[in-house]
């Protein structure tokens, strides 16, 4: 059965008027739901963006506290690592931030030159002080190594209110050893300007005193002879008395004459000749030398390691190690030998320089007078047992050699000298 015509074409009129009304509705729908939408869009977005610069942002901070040489670390307030930068591990030798966070960070370090750990008072002032720090440190590694830091610590605030600190800190090893090195060629400059002085005044007193300590050392002699050629007793001469009294003058002007040799030596006059010697055969002649003074006061350990050949002159090195050993022998008091050591040791440096070590278990010498030591006539001996040039003519004789010499001391513990000297193949 056929649809009617008029019927169709009724439908087809109804469908194109719906699809003229559904056209015209979407995009208004459309518009709707949009501005419905809108306020959620753009808050997400936003959100995005805040996403994306706090990223950014953290990623430079990060790049910052990476790449920074100074090392930066945050602590809590009972003084843990809370945060480390790669600067921080590497100064304490880590390799992984877990090695460092939740230690104590002062448990760590220890004041220049104090042996022991900070005081725990002085850990928990520094923790919790609103104050800025600014302190040299010694930072001990896990392997036992020390590190000297120029540390600085600032107080962490929320709000107003301590939170933690934050500390930096620069690896100055570098700068330390810089200063050391300075230091001493500093001293050494006074030294030998000290030394050519006194060098130049010794050569011109030892000159004079020579030729009048010739005839006295003479007449002294001869007197003595005569006296020896009278008989013991003669009437109103005590002889006897005579003897003694001229002994006594003729030790005097030998101690005079030990004197004058020494200020000859000092001022480098004396026998100029170089050669190669052998510095343990030295060390054993000068052993040989001082051993009334060593036998009853310690005994004399010595540990050689078959050291290369140095270029100087014998008779100087003799005396320096004679120097050095006659001291070690004095700074020994008591008589104990059996308890005391004076200990020479030999050995090849890491430049393969000859190194000579001289040790004793003596009194030591205080820190205020070890800058002294070298000076020329310093002495802390009573008279007639010193005259303060033994160390003087070292360091003149040992530096005339192109070597270095250095002392370490503690009282109550000994002294320690080291000499180092350029090996004669050098
Ligand atoms: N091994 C040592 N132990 C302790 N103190 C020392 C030692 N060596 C040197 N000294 C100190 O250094 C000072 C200077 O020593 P130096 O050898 O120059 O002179 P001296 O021994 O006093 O006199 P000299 O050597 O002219 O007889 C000594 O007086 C002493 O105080
Ligand atoms: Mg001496």
Redesign the pocket.
Known sequence: MGVPLRALLATSGLCAALVFVVRRALPWLQARRERQASPLLEAAQRARQARQQARESEDRVRLLLDSTVEAICGLDLDGLVTFCNPAALRILGLSAPEQLLGRSFYAMARLPGAEQALPAVWIEAAVHTYAHLDQELQLRRDDGALVPVQHSAAAMLRQGKLVGRVVTFLDIAERKRAEEALRKSQAQLRMADRLATVGTLSAGVAHEINNPLAYTVANLSFVQDALARLPDSMPGVDVAELRASIAEASEGAERVRRIVK?MKTLSRMDDERIGVVDVEAALDASVNMAIHELRHRAQVVKDYARVPLVRCNEGRLVQVFL??L???A??ITGNAPERNEVRLATCVDGRGRVAVEIS?T????PEE?LP?????F????PVG??????????HSLVTGMGGDIE?A?KVGV??R?LIVLPAAGA
């Not at 003596?362 to 010498?365: L, S």
């Not at 310093?378 to 001996?381: G, M, Q, R, Y």
């Not at 010193?386 to 070292?394: A, D, H, N, P």
């Open positions: 020494d120097n050095l006659v001291n070690a004095q700074a004793d003596g009194v030591g010498i007078v002294r030591i070298f000076d020329p310093f002495t802390t001996k047992v010193g005259t303060g040039l033994g160390l003087s003519i070292c002392v001391s000994g002294t000298f």
